[in-house]
C-alpha cells in the first residue's frame, strides 16, 4: 500500500491530519443525511443542540428502527428510508448531544457491565462445552412453501 508519493510532498504531512472521512462509507453519510432532514423538516434543523434530548428517547427509537431491520423490515413504512439509515441518524442526534452536554442522562442505574457480561460468557461457554456440535439455523431462506406441505414435501 502507498501511502505517499516522492512526487508530492504533501502527502506525508497531508496523510496524518485530520479528516478521516475517507474512511467512512459516503453512501452511508448520505443515507443517514436524509434522516436527519426529515428530522429538520419535522422539528427544526439542529433544534437539539438548542433544546437537547432525553438519552432514553433516542436510545428506543434506535433500536426500534434496529429490532425491525432485525426482525426483516428493512424500510421504514412511515417514510419509507432505510431502518438502519434512520437508526444511524437517531444515533447520530445522541451522540451530538452528549458532545456538547445537552443530553439528558435518564439511563438506569449502572450495571457492572463487563462483570454481567463475563458471567454469561461462562455460560457460554459450557453450553460449547456440553453441546460441541451445533445444529445449522434457520434463516429467512429457509421459509416452508405452505403449497409443498400440502403436496407433503418441501420446495
Known amino acids: 500500500m502507498v501511502l505517499s508519493k516522492e512526487t508530492n510532498p504533501k502527502d506525508a504531512v497531508g496523510i496524518k491530519k485530520f479528516g478521516m472521512l475517507s474512511c467512512v462509507s459516503a453512501p452511508v453519510i448520505m443515507e443517514m ?28 427509537a434506535a433500536m426500534r428502527h434496529l429490532m425491525a431491520w432485525y426482525e426483516g423490515e428493512d424500510t421504514d413504512p412511515d417514510s419509507g428510508m432505510h431502518h438502519v439509515g434512520k437508526a444511524l441518524a437517531c444515533l447520530s442526534v445522541l451522540r451530538d448531544a452528549q458532545i ?38 434457520f434463516v429467512e431462506g429457509d421459509q416452508v412453501d405452505p403449497n409443498a406441505i400440502e403436496r407433503g414435501h418441501n420446495r
Do not use: C
Not at 428530522?39 to 433544546?51: D, I, L, M, Q
Not at 442522562?105 to 461462562?122: C, E, H, M, N
Open 33 to 60: 443525511s436524509v434522516g436527519m432532514f426529515e428530522g429538520a423538516r419535522k422539528y427544526g434543523r439542529h433544534n437539539y443542540r438548542v433544546s437537547g434530548v432525553r438519552a432514553s428517547v433516542y436510545y428506543d
Open 100 to 137: 456538547r452536554e445537552m443530553v439528558l442522562d435518564d439511563r438506569p442505574p449502572k450495571t457492572d457491565w463487563q462483570s454481567f457480561v463475563a458471567g454469561l460468557q461462562s455460560q457460554v461457554d459450557s453450553i460449547f462445552e456440553r453441546i460441541p456440535e451445533a445444529k445449522a439455523p
